[in-house]
């Protein structure tokens, strides 16, 4: 049996650490909010975003050094119900907490409601899509050193900015997202996003329950979840 100094070993560690690049993730959870429901059945998968961003990051041989978390705040009525308050409070709680972390930046749009052509009342994030694409195009300023981004929506919107960064900045961006073949489905993928990106990887359900919440770190429930 052949062993390995412990110095030898930490000079190989340090080695591949320079041989990764750094990269910066940005995620949609809007997007990944419905995907955990899909993957757990109806509930929600709770998982480490920190853990997770880092996992979907050395699955490219890349270094996490900045994740970017774009949500919104449960919808609010003019004069909140007692169920919509508390809601409220839990949200507000729960990025009270992520937001201490110095790896993470959480930017918050705002929630919409609207009355389908059915009559049922749905529920969409506003102006996420402006914040993402305003960071989008200060990495070049902000981040100089980064060449590969990651990317986790699954929102055509982000196309113009995208071929952005790519053509002018010569920024690669992996997208990591989820589509199924189902007729009006909530999850089909634009063929338009995965081709104006570098590359495209599909998300599993293993890559959430493989980051589960530390109980010494638990946070509180995000929009009372």
């Known amino acids: 049996m052949t062993f390995i100094s412990e110095d030898r070993l930490i000079f190989k560690v340090i080695i591949l650490f320079e041989i990764m690049e750094e990269t910066l993730v940005f995620i949609d959870e809007g997007f990944l909010d419905k995907l955990t429901k899909l993957f757990g059945d109806g509930a929600r998968i709770k998982y480490d975003k920190l853990d997770f ?10 270094i996490c050094k900045h994740v970017f978390y774009y949500t919104c705040p449960p919808f609010q009525s003019e004069r909140p119900t007692k169920e919509e ?9 729960f990025i009270t907490a992520l937001s201490k972390n110095k790896d993470l930046t959480v930017r918050e749009g705002r929630c ?3 009355l389908n052509e059915k009559g049922n009342l749905e529920y969409h994030q506003k102006g996420v899509d402006t914040l993402l694409t305003i960071d989008l195009g200060h990495i070049k300023d902000d981040f100089p050193d980064i060449k590969k981004i ?3 929506s699954s929102d055509t919107d982000f196309c113009p900015a995208i071929k952005d960064i790519k053509n002018r900045n010569k920024i690669e961006v992996v997208l990591y997202a989820y589509f199924d073949r189902k007729r009006k489905s909530r999850f089909s993928l634009s063929n338009e996003l995965i081709v104006c990106c570098s590359r495209y990887f599909r998300l599993t359900k293993e890559d959430f329950t493989s980051c589960p ?3 010494k770190n638990t946070l509180p429930k995000e929009n009372g979840k």
């Open 85 to 93: 308050a508390e809601r409220k409070k839990g949200h507000d709680r």
């Open 150 to 152: 990651i990317l986790v």
């Open 112 to 114: 919409q409601r609207i």
């Open 213 to 215: 919440i530390k109980s």
């Open 53 to 62: 961003a880092k996992r979907i990051a050395k699955k490219q041989n890349l």
